[in-house]
């Protein structure tokens, strides 16, 4: 049973763009989400996380929304940069759990 | 650089061999997780340790086993190998033992190829 779902295997966006990336979960105890990004041969790298009591959490170009009543969050890159090209990974946490449930990521390609 | 060391980071072995992987966690890390990701799929959580104990079990089959050593750092055993565990496998490290509230930083990982 997947609980973390990304649908959306990639996403082709154009440089100075918005790339939004959705996660859906199906998980009600999961209370804390993270964003990895992975580049290839490297492991992932904490992009940015919220808290299930939080609704939208801003770091520089990047946002993350979380819709409680509808299992979703999103992140979104504004403006994206090639550099963003990477494979993102959504994650998340439930109370007393001790390991992260990772979706199947979404590779991104942000085309100059 | 996340600060979390693996080794090898490439390995070709045979079916039914055995291999050890090695993660040294950040400084400062007690606990050690253990994924495995196959190919275009999300990480799998195999195992925790807090440490030096055991604290959580994933999908870990009983041919693999893991322990944390007192200078924290850790080792995956993997034995009778078969070509499915051809696989990434990554080590993260955090501070302390939930997952909630707690980043996990991860090494870059191991490839292993069984032929």
């Known amino acids: 049973d997947q609980q973390v779902k990304q649908n959306s295997p990639s996403l082709s966006v154009q440089e100075g763009r918005i790339s939004i990336l959705n996660c859906d979960y199906t998980?009600?105890?999961?209370?804390?989400f993270l964003w990895y990004k992975k580049y290839p041969a490297e492991g992932p790298t904490f992009l940015i996380s919220?808290?299930?009591?939080?609704d939208k959490n801003e770091d520089g170009r990047f946002t993350v929304f979380l819709n409680k009543s509808a299992k979703h969050l999103s992140l979104h890159i504004v403006p994206s940069q090639p550099g963003d090209s990477a494979v993102y990974f959504c994650?998340?946490?439930?109370?007393?759990?001790?390991?992260?449930?990772f979706g199947s990521g979404t590779r991104l390609q942000v085309q100059p | 650089d996340s600060g979390v060391t693996q080794t090898p980071k490439h390995l070709i072995t045979a079916t039914g061999q055995r291999v050890t992987l090695r993660c040294s966690p950040r400084?400062?890390?007690?606990?050690v997780y253990w994924y495995q990701q196959s190919l275009d799929q999300g990480l799998q959580f195999l195992i925790q340790?807090?440490?030096?104990?055991?604290?959580a079990k994933g999908n870990i089959l009983e041919r693999f086993s893991a322990q944390q050593f007192p200078d924290l750092h850790s080792e995956l055993n993997l034995s009778s190998l078969e070509l499915g565990d051809s696989a990434l496998y990554f080590c993260?490290?955090?501070?302390?033992?939930?997952?909630?509230?707690?980043?996990?930083?991860f090494g870059p990982g191991t490839r292993l190829t069984v032929l």
């Open positions: 340790y807090y440490n030096g104990e055991e604290r």
């Open positions: 400084s400062g890390d007690l606990s």
């Open positions: 993260a490290s955090s501070v302390s033992e939930g997952a909630s509230y707690n980043e996990q930083f």
């Open positions: 998980n009600s105890m999961f209370d804390y």
């Open positions: 994650a998340a946490s439930a109370p007393g759990r001790r390991a992260l449930t």
């Open positions: 919220i808290s299930s009591i939080k």
